[in-house]
């Protein structure tokens, strides 16, 4: 049990992206069920992580601790895992694992996450919890239509009491009101509006002059309200992940704002009305575990027949429904479905893309990412790249990254492979890409893309190259790539050719690409990183090589 002491809607923040959750339950499940979760097997299973390289980072220093971040929080919280007094998957960590309707589990798992639980229990210092909180950040969203990511980090996170929704509307309403009489002056408005309701939310502390964080000594009020707002954005940013990978919310990059799919609205109507609000089981936990890993629990609309073939009959009506057919057999069918026509939604993307029918949207969205105008700006890097990749040459380009429904971006790849991969017959490339700036990007990048082109190279069985893009390159990035041109390294696959070029310089090989008066083919691609292998051998230093292939990059085209 975990005592909070939150005066907003608590939400699990661990893993920051949920569908990163499901291969290391699969992992730990595998490997360790029956046995207790102690010291010992949190250790080995991270270890075992490390190995599968489902994770990025290294949890070297305490890896029992990072293995319960790892578990204890969103795996156990949602009720896809047991950890007492033995390992195992619950039925609704089985479906996660191994359902093809993975959003569907998310869905029914998020609706019962509810404050107070046996898992997560007040204490005097908290809100008075009583709320199932995405079940209710959901009803907001409904209500309004669409909801802002500010909205929902300003009011939506004080929601703590189911019973206080109206207020909590009202709220959101006078800010819009007011909001629409600051035009321009949005930061400076919102900022102050954030503290005004800090100071409200966290009143009690201010006065008894309990104003110190964890993260420092600093005492002052500033830094207080600075931390609480700090967190208020990392939860508001969690619910918007989490209740992205149901595939009931599109997600607005640009407004910043979640509103409902509009396929999905009858359906969101359906468990608003039908799913209790109350918290339940408080005091069980045995009740609790049972009806959390319960994978029917709570009823949605797909789980009636009569609605699913009419949903199949109006979206796909090729499709001959058979009596004899399951429910769960249905609910496959749909799924598959939704897959292929995913499927053709990407492949007419790409054909667009390819005549570049796309380029200027592919700029504005560069141009969006650098002015931090977007929403989740990982994923589109990721997702833009690939279009850029797509228009740049031919080749099979393919993004590792989550698709929703309709072919819009909804995840970054997971961190055991590339975040584009590319196969142009003769040889493959892999393209890598992160805001990561200054050491960080050494310490977090450096060596998964090696790694992520090792692997790449022994699945392709031919010649293989990397192009990793930021905004700004490490000087240390540059020297470890550097190096690694030169290494033969046996756990690598030999040497590595990674060429790191700053985010204006790829975008100015892009745009060559468009204006030449001629289709850039795959021999271009492979005879730039080849004049890097041939560079690294003359170039006196990094910064030599560096210098040598940016200029290079810059007319790439030229023979």
């Known amino acids: ?64 601790f990072s293995a319960r971040d790892r578990i204890n929080r969103a795996p156990k919280s949602l009720g896809f895992v047991v950890l007492s007094p033995k390992i195992k998957l619950t039925k609704a960590g089985r479906q996660l694992v191994f359902s093809k309707r993975k959003g569907e589990v998310f869905l029914r798992q998020l609706y019962k996450f509810q404050v107070p639980s ?41 929601l703590v009491d189911y019973r206080d929704f109206d207020k909590i509307v009202d709220k959101i309403e006078e800010f819009r009101l007011l909001k629409a009489k600051n035009t321009g002056k949005y930061k400076k408005f919102r900022a102050e509006y954030l503290e005004k309701e800090l100071r409200v939310i966290y009143e009690d502390e201010i006065r008894e002059g309990e104003t110190k964080t964890r993260e420092t000594r600093d005492k002052s009020i500033k830094r207080f309200l600075k931390t609480k707002a700090s967190n208020m954005r990392d939860y508001a940013d969690a619910c918007f992940r989490y209740l992205r990978a149901t595939g009931i919310v599109n997600v607005s990059h640009l407004g910043k704002s979640l509103s409902i799919v509009p396929e999905k609205v009858t ?26 890993g319960n994978a029917t629990l709570p009823a949605l609309y797909t789980d009636d027949r009569d609605y699913l073939e009419n949903k199949i009959n109006t979206e796909f009506p090729h ?6 057919i399951s ?86 790849a997971q ?37 992520h082109l090792a692997k790449f190279k022994k699945e392709m069985g031919k010649p293989a190259y990397c192009l990793f893009i930021a905004p700004k390159i490490n000087e240390a990035v ?12 046996s756990y690598y696959g030999g040497t590595s050719t990674i060429i790191p070029l700053p985010l204006n310089i790829f975008l100015k090989m892009v745009e060559d690409s468009y204006k030449a008066d001629y289709i850039p083919e795959p021999k271009h691609v492979q005879a730039f990183f080849e004049y890097s292998n041939e560079l690294v051998e003359k170039a006196k230093s990094e910064k030599d090589w560096y210098k040598g292939i940016t200029e290079k990059a810059l007319n790439w085209l030229n023979e």
């Open 1 to 64: 049990m975990a005592t909070i002491s939150s005066k907003v809607i608590f939400v699990t923040t661990s893993p920051r992206t949920p569908e990163k959750m499901i291969p290391e339950i699969e992992l730990l499940n595998a490997n360790f069920e029956g046995q207790k979760w102690n010291y010992e097997s949190q250790v080995a299973f991270m270890e075992l992580l490390r190995e599968e390289n489902f994770f990025n980072g290294k949890g070297a220093k305490d890896p029992a």
């Open 118 to 158: 046996p898992f997560h229990k007040p204490n005097k210092k908290a809100a008075d919890f009583w709320v199932k909180p995405y079940l209710e950040i959901f009803r907001l969203i409904r209500h309004f239509g669409s909801l802002k990511f500010d909205e929902l980090r300003i009011f939506g996170l004080q």
């Open 267 to 292: 359906e969101v109507d359906f468990f608003l009305k039908n799913t209790e609000r109350e918290p339940k089981f408080i005091d069980d936990e045995k009740q609790y575990i049972n009806y959390l």
């Open 319 to 324: 499709i001959q429904i058979s009596d004899e």
């Open 327 to 412: 429910l769960l057999e249905l609910k496959d069918i749909y799924a598959d479905n939704l897959e292929l026509r995913k499927e053709r939604i990407l492949s007419e993307q790409t054909k667009e893309i390819k005549d570049y029918k796309l380029f200027d949207d592919i700029n504005t969205v560069f141009s969006q990412i650098l002015d931090k105008e977007l929403y989740d700006a990982p994923l589109m890097l990721e997702w833009n790249t690939w279009r850029a990749m797509t228009m740049l040459d031919g080749g099979n380009i393919k993004a590792n990254l989550k698709f929703d429904d309709f072919g819009n971006p909804m995840a970054t």
């Open 415 to 451: 961190g055991n492979m590339a975040d584009i991969v590319c196969d142009y017959e003769s040889f493959g490339l892999t393209v890598e890409v992160t805001l990561q700036s200054g050491q960080r990007q050494y310490e977090t990048e450096g060596e998964p893309v090696t790694r």
């Open 478 to 489: 540059i020297a470890h790539f550097y190096v690694l041109h030169k290494s033969n390294v």
